[in-house]
Nanobody
C-alpha cells in the first residue's frame, strides 16, 4: 500500500519560515521524482517544486529564492523549506511521487496559512 504522509503545515506570520515533510512508504522512493504542489479554493493545483531521482530541481517562479526542496533516500522523505513566506503562499500543500508514464501518487495535503 502506497502512502505519502505530509506534516509540518500550520499558521505562520508573513516573512516567517515553515518546513514541510513528506514520508513515503510502499514505493521505490529513490526512483521517483518527488514534488510539492499547492492548491487554493477555486484554483487548479500548481507545481511548487520538484526533485528528480537524479537530484535535479525545478521551482515555480513565484517561490524561487525562497523555497528549497530536498530529499533523503534513506528515510524515504522529501522536504520543502519555505522562507520569507507571503500571504499568497497560503494553500493546501500536496506531496507527489511520480514515475514517468507508470505511477503517480498524492498525499492527503497539509494546510499552510500565512497571516498576521
Amino acid at each position: 500500500q502506497v502512502q505519502l504522509v505530509e506534516s509540518g503545515g500550520g499558521l505562520v506570520q508573513p516573512g516567517g519560515s515553515l518546513g514541510l515533510s513528506c514520508a513515503a512508504s510502499g514505493i521505490g522512493f529513490s526512483a521517483y521524482t518527488m514534488g510539492w504542489y499547492r492548491q487554493t479554493p477555486g484554483k487548479q493545483r500548481e507545481l511548487v517544486a520538484l526533485m528528480t531521482n537524479g537530484d535535479g530541481t525545478y521551482y515555480a517562479d513565484s517561490v524561487k529564492g525562497r523555497f528549497s526542496i530536498s530529499r533523503d533516500n534513506v528515510k524515504n522523505t522529501v522536504y520543502l523549506q519555505m522562507n520569507s513566506l507571503k500571504p499568497e503562499d497560503t494553500a493546501v500543500y500536496y506531496c507527489n511521487a511520480y514515475l514517468p508514464t507508470l505511477r503517480n501518487y498524492w498525499g492527503q495535503g497539509t494546510q499552510v496559512t500565512v497571516s498576521s
